[in-house]
């Protein structure tokens, strides 16, 4: 995926968040770090392109609740978690570059639910690459990537990397 | 990043080092605003407080940062231990590894105990205190605080005031600051002033005001009654005439000045309490950093895979090592 197909698929992203939420009532975006965080603050951008109207944003990192603490030798820079607002009752959308596993996504789901009782958890990611090991999916996909297990995809965004672009080596 | 199994002291630590715990730490300062105060990362893990000397914040605070990460906190205060019956602290050391903690946080009277028990116990050792030596991570508390008000480290002079020989706060801070680049300036009576503390680079007055003058953050000393310091003073009452930080001594400071202590407080001693209790007081604030500070470090130290470092397996006195796979 290059620049332009990254931003017509959170284009996309953003109005299927709209339409199937019926609009921005009771809507909140939340990004999981690193790469998710900035996905979450364009989709806001584009939503209130739309709209006009901000919704409310945070920001999740999942180290502190991942399922391999402890059992491989690096142990990950925990970055912070934000989450400016109360979750009970919104409608939530977790934001990921890539899902893969799902391990993450469950991970961020427990955090998330620290916090409160969301009226519903939603999920979205730019790329799905398959291979799951959790039972879950994602509400919006900006592209199937069909991958081997042995495959890297990277996600890389101009915000860190200075780039927009999707590869698989 | 940091990867050292103990957590020893200041001294040693670079500044990438020094700073990735600061960050770390700062991370984790969000989970005890939450309304569920608890993450699940060191769950089924179990963290020992082994307390030679009396405690009550610094302790409290590891047990609560324990118990935030989903630990189990074990207290143990040697007043109420075998050590009443004449067990050697290493003995005490090694049966309490043999029941297979995450880490052992240890406070001792003794300078060094702690780096002693880092050698001969297969365990991950946290300093709490040792002796006159360092206090390490009331020195990552401080440097949080400051970093909190004032952005930068670097560029900020700080005084430290009082009972600088006995102070193992002062020697952490001094390496703290000194290593995060900022100008230290020791303040108190000569006879509470360590001539070594010199080749460190920093600043020695003997005056207060002067002392105070132009400084962005003071951090008040307890007077270290029980370690005799009234051996070195004429009095309590003189050292408080001089070395009280009282509002008037205060007026040499920059307009923005941090109050800091970190506790107990002897008041109307080292600290008037207009000071303590007032604007510039960032007394409390310290505490409440003191949490998210030993959160980190237990977080970094705690989830450590098991592994005997050569040095012990040469000394051969660990305990028999387990397999990485025992604690999936």
């Not at chain 2, 009277?109 to 028990?117: F, N, Q, V």
């Not at chain 2, 003058?213 to 004429?234: H, I, T």
């Not at chain 2, 040499?252 to 008041?267: S, T």
Request: aromatic share 4%.
């Amino acid at each position: 995926m290059d620049q332009v197909a990254i931003q017509r698929a959170l284009t996309r992203i953003a109005h299927e968040i709209l339409e199937k939420n019926r609009g921005t009532d009771q809507l909140a975006i939340v990004g999981i770090h690193t790469r998710g965080v900035y996905l979450a603050q364009r989709l806001v951008a584009a939503i209130e392109r739309v709209e006009g109207v901000s919704v409310p944003s945070g920001e999740i990192d999942i180290t502190l609740y991942r399922d391999d603490v402890g059992r491989s030798r690096a142990r990950p820079e925990v970055r912070g978690t934000t989450i400016p607002f109360c979750v009970d009752d919104l409608r939530i959308v977790l934001v990921d570059d890539v899902l893969y596993t799902g391990r993450t996504v469950r991970a961020a789901l427990d955090a998330l639910i620290d916090f409160g009782r969301p009226r519903a958890i939603q999920l979205a990611v730019l790329v799905d690459r398959g291979h799951r090991e959790l039972p879950i999916r994602a509400d919006y996909v900006g592209k199937n990537l069909p991958t081997a297990r042995d495959e890297h995809v990277y996600v890389r965004l101009s915000e860190r990397d200075g780039v927009d672009e999707v590869v698989i080596e | 990043m940091f990867h050292r199994r103990h957590f020893l002291g200041i001294e040693g630590l670079t500044k990438d080092e020094l700073l990735f715990l600061l960050s770390t730490a700062e991370s984790f300062r969000e989970i005890s605003e939450r309304e569920v105060k608890k993450v699940p990362t060191l769950r089924g893990k179990t963290i020992i407080n082994l307390f030679y000397e009396p405690s009550t914040r610094t302790r409290t605070s590891f047990e609560i940062a324990a118990k935030r990460l989903s630990a189990d906190a074990i207290n143990i205060t040697a007043a109420a231990s075998s050590v009443a019956k004449g067990e050697t602290l290493l003995d005490t050391a090694r049966n309490l590894v043999a029941m297979r903690p995450a880490a052992l946080v240890v406070r001792h009277p003794c300078s060094g105990a702690p780096h002693l028990l880092a050698r001969l116990v297969d365990c991950p050792v946290i300093n709490a205190g040792d002796g006159m030596h360092e206090h390490p991570t009331q020195a990552l508390l401080d440097m949080m605080t400051i970093r909190a008000y004032k952005g930068e480290i670097a560029g900020l002079t700080v005084a430290i005031v009082g009972d600088l020989l006995h102070s193992r706060v002062a020697r952490s801070n001094v390496l703290a600051l000194t290593t995060l680049g900022a100008q230290v300036r020791l303040v108190g009576p000569p006879t509470l002033l360590p001539p070594e503390f010199r080749l460190w680079g920093v600043e020695v007055c003997t005056d207060l005001r002067r002392g105070l003058a132009g400084v962005d953050v003071v951090m008040a000393l307890r007077l270290q009654r029980e370690r005799q310091a009234r051996n070195f003073l004429p009095s309590i009452e003189e050292y408080a005439r001089h070395f009280c930080i009282t509002p008037d001594a205060l007026a040499a400071a920059k307009d923005d000045v941090l109050i800091m202590h970190p506790g107990p407080m002897n008041r109307g001693v080292e600290i008037d309490s207009q000071v303590a209790d007032g604007p510039y007081s960032v007394i409390l604030e310290q505490v409440t950093n003191g949490v998210a500070v030993r959160m980190a470090l237990l977080y970094l130290l705690a989830t450590q895979e098991r592994e005997a470092t050569e040095e012990q397996a040469e000394v051969g006195l660990h305990a028999p090592r387990r397999h990485a796979g025992a604690l999936a």
